[in-house]
């Protein structure tokens, strides 16, 4: 007699940076979670974890992207995680998922919002998405709205600069001021041993970061 093979799983564990001390948030808590609901089922798993990469879409997350390829050549049947945001919380993303998970072949299913795509409940996927979308979007108004009337009341923002490191910083900016590309900068420093803030090296982005602060913008007179 023909014994039809067992559903295999993908169990997707995300955390961004900021969510590693959340409750509920980290990869433990998330892996333990989907393995109970993938025994429950009585699935075959694997669990696939992607620390730092932010949800905002799918973007430069190469688990995940490696996941879906497994789906898609049907060495795995189901693409599983807690919640629509630890996916993406970008709704033409997760429209995209569908569309792709309904021609390849492939549930999802997303065990704290009890949502699965094996059985019904495609359209509460995309309410889920199109909420989880609206809330990202609101707390960044928010959050942009509240930085402007803090700003307004004479506030500034930023990690306070020691005064050590304040020649150091005057120098970046004058070498900006000079025209040099942020890269040349970097090197440089590093070829003098100069160390950042934080006593590491110095890259483009360290030096973009410097002129972009609200200390930079205290010190453009210089």
Same mark, same amino acid.
């Given at each position: 007699?023909?014994?039809?093979? &067992? %559903?295999?799983?993908? /169990?997707?564990?995300?955390?961004? %940076? =900021? $969510?590693?001390?959340?409750?509920?948030?980290?990869?433990?808590?998330? *892996?333990?979670? /989907? &393995? /109970?609901? !993938?025994?429950?089922?009585?699935? $075959?798993?694997?669990?696939?974890?992607? $620390?730092?990469?932010?949800?905002? #879409?799918?973007?430069?997350?190469?688990?995940?992207?490696?996941?879906?390829?497994?789906?898609?050549?049907?060495?795995?049947?189901?693409?599983? !995680?807690v919640r629509l945001d630890r996916l993406s919380r970008s709704v033409s993303d997760v429209s995209a998922l569908m569309g792709?998970?309904?021609?390849?072949?492939?549930?999802?299913?997303?065990?704290?919002?009890?949502? =699965?795509?094996?059985?019904? +409940?495609?359209? #509460?996927?995309?309410?889920?998405? !199109?909420?989880?979308?609206?809330?990202?979007?609101?707390?960044?108004?928010?959050?942009?709205? +509240? &930085?402007?009337?803090?700003?307004? *009341?004479?506030?500034?923002?930023?990690?306070?600069v020691d005064t050590s490191f304040l020649p150091t910083y005057k120098r970046v900016l004058r070498m900006v001021k000079a025209g040099q590309s942020y890269n040349s900068i970097?090197?440089?420093? #590093?070829?003098?041993?100069?160390?950042?803030?934080?006593?590491?090296?110095?890259?483009?982005?360290?030096?973009?970061?410097?002129?972009?602060? *609200?200390? !930079?913008?205290?010190?453009? #007179?210089?």
């Open positions: 007699m023909y014994t039809w093979p &067992m %559903t295999h799983a993908i /169990l997707y564990c995300r955390v961004s %940076t =900021d $969510e590693q001390v959340e409750t509920g948030a980290s990869l433990d808590s998330q *892996e333990k979670a /989907l &393995m /109970l609901e !993938a025994l429950r089922r009585g699935y $075959e798993f694997t669990v696939v974890r992607e $620390e730092g990469k932010s949800g905002k #879409n799918i973007e430069g997350r190469d688990k995940l992207v490696e996941a879906l390829e497994l789906l898609d050549k049907h060495k795995a049947d189901v693409l599983m !995680a792709r998970s309904k021609k390849k072949g492939w549930g999802i299913i997303l065990s704290g919002e009890k949502i =699965d795509t094996t059985a019904v +409940g495609k359209l #509460n996927t995309h309410v889920q998405a !199109a909420v989880s979308e609206y809330e990202r979007d609101m707390i960044g108004l928010r959050t942009k709205e +509240g &930085m402007a009337q803090k700003k307004a *009341e004479g506030q500034t923002f930023g990690r306070v970097a090197k440089e420093l #590093n070829a003098k041993s100069i160390p950042t803030a934080k006593g590491k090296s110095w890259y483009a982005s360290t030096v973009k970061a410097i002129v972009g602060s *609200e200390t !930079a913008k205290a010190l453009a #007179n210089i």
